[in-house]
């Protein structure tokens, strides 16, 4: 049953902790992107990475960090630095090609601050 | 700066009847369009694309419009369901090796039994 995983559903995050939400997908897709959407607003690209070993900032990247070891995972790192991280995050994957811009998402987490 | 743009926060229509989601780009650059469906607490799914080389595309109950020169799409779902409320996204690219998608802000429809 291919799709994309996220974990955890919920997390929680105290002042000045860095916390590190995963991604998981079995679809073969070679790219990757992290989303954030905060009430009544669209989803914001974080970062996202085309291929292994290589990522981009996207719009709202400060704040956050990503790694990309595995073709299947990319886990999001939210830092100290990030001083609003109260969010839905939302991952989401595409395969390359003609098909690249269908992204297919996973459930979310939503973070929140304690 | 927004550049997806979809003024109607809200739409409420009866079941069985037509639902008109609007969207308004503003970079001309743009030329692949995809709407998305969301349900709460969940991730939003792909529902049908267009790409600016058409005016239309169809499937099933969904089908969008594109009028480029207006910079205006539209996404109309005939008969609507109950099952057919969630928020609805309107995302735009331009292409090419760019692999960003620019979101509007939704629409939440509700489609009243």
């Known amino acids: 049953d291919g799709g994309i995983t996220q974990s955890p559903k919920y997390l929680f995050r105290k002042e000045g902790q860095n916390v590190t939400l995963s991604c998981e997908q079995n679809?073969?897709?070679?790219?990757m992107y992290w989303y954030r959407q905060d009430p009544g607003q669209g989803l914001r690209l974080i970062y996202y990475?085309?291929?292994?070993?290589?990522?981009q900032k996207g719009d709202i990247a400060e704040g956050y960090s990503v790694s990309r070891e595995k073709k299947e995972s990319f886990p999001l790192t939210v830092t100290s630095a990030q001083k609003n991280p109260t969010a839905f995050y939302l991952c989401?994957?595409?395969?390359?090609?003609?098909?690249?811009?269908?992204?297919?998402f996973g459930a979310g987490t939503r973070l929140s601050v304690l | 700066d927004q550049q997806v743009k979809q003024n109607s926060p809200s739409l409420s229509v009866q079941e069985g009847r037509i639902s008109i989601l609007n969207c308004d780009y503003t970079?001309?650059?743009?030329?692949?369009f995809l709407w998305y469906k969301k349900y709460p607490a969940e991730g939003p799914t792909f529902l049908i694309s267009?790409?600016?080389?058409?005016d239309k595309n169809e499937d099933g109950r969904f089908t969008v419009f594109l009028n480029k020169s207006a910079k205006h799409l539209s996404l109309h779902i005939v008969p609507s369901q109950p099952g057919d409320s969630a928020v609805y996204f309107c995302?735009?690219?331009?292409?090419?090796?760019?692999?960003?998608?620019?979101f509007g802000k939704g629409t939440l429809l509700t489609v009243n039994p």
């Open positions: 989401a994957s595409s395969m390359e090609g003609v098909a690249k811009n269908i992204q297919y």
């Open positions: 995302a735009a690219t331009t292409g090419g090796s760019n692999y960003k998608l620019t």
């Open positions: 970079n001309s650059m743009f030329d692949y």
């Open positions: 679809l073969n897709h070679d790219a």
């Open positions: 267009i790409s600016s080389i058409k």
């Open positions: 990475s085309q291929i292994v070993n290589d990522f």
